[in-house]
């Protein structure tokens, strides 16, 4: 792996998968009564946010914490930015604090990049202006794969000896006694991503690591909100959303994110949530097995209607809870081994 | 299901137990286990991945065939717990996976193959704190080949290899290499 996590297109295949992995060792965490590791006691990662966010901002937290890594966090309201500090000399001022990792997120595409040159610890994107997003690509992956991926144990169960049978072990495939879905990959699997993708790293982001994991990306959006590039990405596009979901394993609905658009990209939200937004009927179209995601938050009624964000096929909540544990994954395959020899890349 | 393999020279070194002597050696430590425990009530056995996790289901395999008893078995990973994860890139995690009704108030015997430094076994003691709290911690290893750096000792003993420390001992299960063997030769790369 890299040194620093900015775009989901650092990643091969196999660091992926070694994410993927880790977080699923890591997913047993939750069920134990003390949520810690020792891993990253005397780490100190720091949590930078020019924007406004908890769910990602509180996720990082807990993932540090959860290492024992000291978190130290930094909102741009009421600090020295508002007295106009550049980023580069905030980020200076965090470097002689001795961070090792900085999570970033920034109105600015590109931002976590700039960082990434000035300061010597990891630099983990956590979103930069309508760039990429990758961790939340990696939360979105893990969670597809436990929903969808044959092998799948489901909710966990008693492991063996609980069974009262005879001890069976685990090592049918020879394997160190891994779970089936562990170096799984998305292969095959069709995800749809609908809505706002020119103003969306989220989309951005999966579109690289999902097609890197092998799933087939299709983006369903009015044209007005596909970005001009959208030709070279690894992805179908389509304008038709209700055509897409009879074929569509996963459907991931994107935020309209009012606050990035400063022209009218829709006649009216009313005209957009009627052809775009996932409703009970257009989700009777999707089959059995398929499921639901939203990056959150949400806006109920525009992109996704309530009733769908609560039925079971949504994942909206588990999507949270695996932040927390891909995240933890991504702290500790940067900051867990040895320190980087201090070399220029 | 144990065809006696010719001891093996060659890339690893010598073989120094063969899969008859492994075979002998955890059927020992199997009913030393249920004599120590008195019947083995409340006993779990886990494996530190690798190769200590098809141990620890080997022996639960011969406690069953000796005694009639299933002892619940698992594995416990170390490698957050690790004290030299530093001096290494980060590793990937092994698996833990605890029996049902969890490690409080049990007996439990760590499984490894080789005791050495004893730091994976400090490592292990610290993983296990997290879990629960047994009644008591033993450990069982197939081979231990000395020079401890913490003050650790095992319970349950296969062999006692006395190794210099340019040596290398390796482990080989038929579950994970295919083939039974404990072979020692020269550490790589020293002189």
């Known amino acids: 792996m890299k040194r620093h996590l900015i775009s989901a297109a650092d990643l091969s295949r196999a660091d992926a998968l070694l994410i993927l992995d880790t977080a699923e ?43 024992s890594a000291d978190v130290i966090n930094f909102s741009a309201k009421g600090s020295s930015v508002a007295k106009g500090e550049s980023l580069k000399d905030t980020a200076l001022t965090l470097e002689a604090m001795g961070a090792d990792a900085v999570v970033i997120r920034h109105p600015a595409s590109g ?174 179209r999707l089959p059995d097995h398929a499921i639901v995601m939203h990056p959150g938050p949400m806006n109920r009624g525009v992109e996704i209607a309530a009733e769908v964000a609560d039925s079971s096929r949504s994942t909206i909540v588990e999507q949270v809870a695996n932040g927390v544990t891909t995240r933890m994954a991504v702290l500790y395959l940067l900051l867990g081994g040895t320190e980087f020899p201090a070399v220029t890349e | 299901m144990c065809a006696a393999s010719s001891p093996v020279a060659g890339r690893d070194g010598l073989a120094v137990l063969d899969a008859e002597e492994i075979r002998r050696a955890l059927s020992r430590i199997a009913h030393e286990i249920l004599e120590r425990t008195h019947g083995g009530d409340q006993v779990i056995l886990l494996g530190i991945p690798t190769r200590g996790v098809p141990l620890a289901y080997r022996l639960a395999d011969r406690i069953a065939e000796f005694e009639k008893l299933v002892v619940p078995c698992g594995s416990l990973d170390v490698t957050m717990h690790r004290d030299d994860l530093r001096l290494h890139p980060a590793r990937a995690l092994g698996r833990t996976e605890l029996p049902a009704d969890g490690v409080d108030g049990k007996t439990v015997v760590l499984v490894d193959d080789v005791l050495y430094s004893g730091r994976t076994v400090r490592a292990a003691l610290d993983a296990l704190n997290d879990l629960g709290r047994p009644r008591a911690v033993q450990l069982a290893v197939l081979v231990d080949r000395g020079h401890r750096e913490l003050p650790i000792r095992a319970d349950y003993v296969g062999k006692n290899l006395p190794t210099s420390q340019r ?25």
């Open chain 1, 25 to 67: 060792e890591l997913a047993q965490l939750a069920d134990r009564p003390i949520k810690k590791l020792p891993t990253l006691r005397g780490r100190t990662v720091v949590n930078l946010f020019y924007e406004d966010s908890t769910r990602t901002r509180i996720s990082f937290e807990a993932a540090a914490k959860r290492l």
């Open chain 1, 111 to 284: 931002a976590a990049h700039r960082l990434a040159g000035w300061v010597r610890g990891s630099v983990l994107n956590a979103g930069d202006g309508t760039h990429e997003h990758p961790t939340q690509a990696l939360l979105d992956a893990f969670t597809i794969r436990r929903r969808l991926m044959p092998g799948h144990r489901g909710p966990r169960r008693g492991p063996r000896g609980g069974t009262g049978g005879r001890v069976a072990p685990p090592f049918a495939g020879g394997s160190g006694g891994s779970p089936p879905r562990v170096n799984t990959a998305l292969d095959g699997i069709r995800v749809t991503i609908v809505g706002d993708v020119l103003h969306s790293r989220v989309a951005r982001s999966n579109v690289l690591l999902l097609s890197t994991l092998g799933a087939e990306v299709t983006l369903a959006a009015p044209p007005t909100l596909l970005p001009l590039a959208v030709g070279s990405w690894p992805c179908a596009v389509s304008y038709d959303l209700d055509s897409e979901l009879p074929k569509s394993d996963v459907v991931m609905m994107l935020r309209v994110q009012q606050e990035r658009m400063s022209a009218a990209y829709f006649p009216s939200v009313r005209e957009y949530s009627r052809r775009y937004g996932l409703d009970t009927a257009r989700m009777a």
């Open chain 2, 167 to 191: 040596e290398v001992v390796h482990v080989l299960l038929a579950e994970v290499d295919g083939q039974d063997a404990v072979m020692i030769g020269e550490k790589e790369g020293q002189l």
